[in-house]
């Protein structure tokens, strides 16, 4: 998921890089990968679980970092780099703009609930393209880290949307498939009629 520029700029606390070396800094091993961008098959379909635990999949996460970061993200699932596995990435504030920065291996949404928000969003698979879209204000997500171990992951909020949009992909969903309406032909006739775009 894209950052929102008001957010991108906004002092951020952050309770994860203090407890981390420099040599744990996400991304900082990875290399960039293109994004894929709307149109591309691999971004409906449906991600396979994860079942292999090894060096190639730490190197998954790193890639997928690196990218997320140099493209100005907040959240980035592997199929938007072209790998059909069911992993995602984040480093995202919540509404109080404290910082949330994780990887999932095998998420699943277990709780969406709270009021539903409708929010700006946008996607780095759709640059540029940006819609009001309803998700719900509490996600809870569970799955397990690159050794396998198991992860919790509760958000509010931004943060919230960001862990419903990354989950969504793994389905081979995008945020456009929640709109509906006059919002939803915009959105697509944006895209459609964007530079990058090669679906007409
Ligand atoms: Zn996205």
């Not at 290399?31 to 730490?58: H, I, M, Q, S, Y």
């Not at 999932?104 to 640059?127: D, F, I, K």
């Not at 509490?138 to 958000?155: I, K, M, Q, W």
């Amino acid at each position: 998921m894209r950052a929102l520029a008001r957010r991108a700029a906004a002092g951020r606390r952050d309770r994860t890089l203090g407890a981390m070396s420099a040599r744990s800094i996400p991304g900082s091993s990875g290399t960039v990968r293109p994004v894929r961008l709307w149109g591309d098959p691999v971004l409906r379909e449906p991600a396979a679980e994860v079942t292999v635990f090894d060096a190639g999949l730490a190197r998954l996460v790193e890639d997928m970092f690196a990218t997320m970061y140099a493209a100005d993200g907040v959240g980035l699932a592997a199929p938007q780099i072209g790998t059909a596995l069911r992993v995602f990435v984040y480093d995202c504030p919540d509404d109080e703009e404290l910082r949330h920065l994780g990887h999932v291996v095998n998420p699943r949404l277990v709780e969406a609930g709270g009021v539903t928000v409708t929010g700006s969003e946008g996607c780095l698979s759709l640059p540029g393209i940006d819609a009001a879209t309803p998700r719900f204000d509490e996600t809870v997500v569970e799955g397990v880290d690159v050794h396998g171990h198991p992860v919790r992951v509760a958000g509010t909020g931004f943060f919230a949307r960001c862990l419903q949009h990354e989950c969504v992909h793994l389905d081979g969903g995008l945020f456009t498939d929640r709109l509906t309406g006059l919002r939803k032909r915009r959105a697509l006739r944006a895209a459609r009629r964007a530079p990058w775009s090669q679906v007409r």
